[in-house]
């Protein structure tokens, strides 16, 4: 099923009805593109070069990956012994992105160009000719062996894909004779083309999807767009003519993914906890270099022995945990933290069955042998950017850790820095300080303001008392949680402490709407009115503890205005 909303593709695989594989462009892909870049440092102890393509990154150039004339490595023993690389700063070298940039790590790049077409790869400065292992049948085997040893090129080898099973040496050839076409344009615009810059992009989704997924295993392919089906039946007609009939428009009510439960799972794909059939669960966290899966049985018991319990659990993780690779399109290495076995015949039926469920992944893959205690790791190529890193952007609030600090923890951060602060301060006469002390304003979030009140505001007295300050302290909605301005102020000056002050005076009543927003959430008794907290007592108070508001509309009289916030009794509610 091909979903476009411009300017993202999405291309979701169902085999029996549910969601298989799932890839969404958004024009962001790099693998694969060739460009023209300029060496901008070798490091030797890295036996690595990086080279300026033209990213926010300089991408990494390792010796192996270098290549001359007559597929000779351009690497050479110097003095000492030590390997150095024949690259000069400044050199402009012809380079291919053989694993995407990945958060703040450049991409990796390689001099071996390798081209794929429909029914074969085309891999420059080569004499390799092979056979993809997906294809079973020997005598078939031997039988594209054959013809690709006849049809590669001088000088460039050649790898026959899965797709070539039956195909005949007349589309082979054509195929080969396109992509020779096409090296042979990439080294044309390297000769004229100014570093860094690019020489080549790989096909988005849709030529991929005709070149690398359009085979007779797919029934049909379903799009909800036009003008997008126009252009897959004109690639369609080209490569594979006979599969054209396959295509067709979605014309229902519903958006396409939404009509066949596809929304569904994709929503599901970004989520961390994953259920599985028996109601156990995968908890899986997803960080820069590392994916790691952990299982939990959940609410699932079982219906006999504990072991049984847990081979089932796992066996459905292994399941689960491939298909959910395929659709984040994770990258990198995978940890699978199995629930522990104790029988070594369950160990191996986990194991052998996760190597079933990754031989089916398109990305190349490799199992490191599961431990007794159930952690396997994996290894998956990465070949572009996460489904999570696709959709998502760090969190703007806690930086992308996932976590903020506890009011608590900002408020004994805050003290410290008042203490530090005060340290600081140079003497001054006292007409212009508070009776000898100086005046500081605090300013913080309301559920850090509260914290710093703890025990009756004991603390803040007692850092009064040490630091010689007279603090004022006000709330601000709009400030981080873990924020706090300190300020210090003269006698006479304009304060927003004296301003909201001055709008709550003691005596007068006011009334609060319900659901007003109260704290601390863990214990809610204060309100925020004009930037000060206000402390409210009283039988009439009724408050909705799950959600820290209170529950209707209330009528408050003030009855005193302090320097850290005001009470007020609850009169009517």
Known sequence: MVNVEPPEVRVAELRGGRLWGLDVDRGGRLL????????????????????????????????????????????????????????????EVVVQVARPPVGSKGARVTMRLSLPGRYVVLSESSDTVGVSRRLESEDERVRLRRLAERLRPLDHGLVVRTEAEGASEVLLGADVRTLVGLLEGIRAAARTSQA????????????????????????????????????????????????????????????????????????????????????????????????????NTGRFTGRSRLAETVLTTNLEAVEEASRQMRLRDVGGVVAIDFIDMDRTRDRV????????????????????????????????????????????????????????????????????????AASNIPARPSSETAGGRERMQ?????????????????????????????????????????????????????????????????????????????????????AVLHGLLVHMEGPGLAIDAARASTTKPLLIEITQVGRWFATALVVQG
């Open 32 to 91: 694969g593109d060739v460009f023209k870049g300029r060496v901008v440092n070798v490091v030797p102890g890295m036996d690595a070069a990086f080279v300026n393509i033209g990213l926010e990154h300089n991408a990494l150039l390792h010796e192996g990956d270098i290549v001359r004339a007559g597929d000779q490595a351009s690497v050479a023993k110097g003095s000492g012994g030590r390997g150095w690389i024949a690259l000069r700063s400044g050199e």
């Open 196 to 295: 860094p810059c690019r020489l080549h992009r790989d096909l988005g989704l849709l030529g991929r999807l005709v070149r690398d997924r359009l085979g007779e295993d797919v029934s049909r392919v379903v799009v909800d767009d036009a003008e997008t089906l126009d252009a897959l039946r004109f690639q369609v007609r080209t490569s594979a003519p006979h599969l054209e009939e396959r295509l067709e428009l979605y014309a229902g009510a519903l958006p396409l993914f939404k009509a066949r439960g596809v929304e569904r799972e994709v929503e599901r794909a970004g989520a961390r906890a994953v259920p599985l059939p028996s109601g156990g669960t995968l908890v899986i966290d997803e960080a820069e270099a590392l994916t790691a899966i952990d299982v």
């Open 349 to 420: 039926r986990v194991l052998d069955a996760l190597e079933a469920a990754l031989a089916q992944d398109r990305a190349k893959t490799r199992i490191v042998a599961l431990s007794p205690s159930g952690l396997v790791e994996i290894t998956r190529r990465r070949e572009g950017p996460s489904l999570r890193a696709t959709l998502n952007r760090p969190c703007p609030y806690c930086s992308g850790r996932g976590m903020v600090k506890t009011p608590q923890t900002v408020a004994l951060e805050t003290r410290r820095r008042i203490r530090e």
């Open 442 to 526: 605090v300013v913080m979030h309301p559920e850090s303001a509260c914290a710093l009140l703890e025990d009756e505001g004991a603390h803040l007295r007692a850092l009064e008392s040490q630091c010689g300050l007279m603090l004022h302290l006000t709330v601000d909605f709009g400030l981080h949680l873990e924020a706090a301005r300190l300020s210090l102020g003269s006698v006479g000056e304009d304060w927003s402490f004296d301003a909201a002050a001055s709008r709550v005076v003691a005596g007068e009543r006011l009334s609060l709407p319900a659901a007003t927003p109260l704290y601390p959430a863990e214990e809610p008794a204060y």
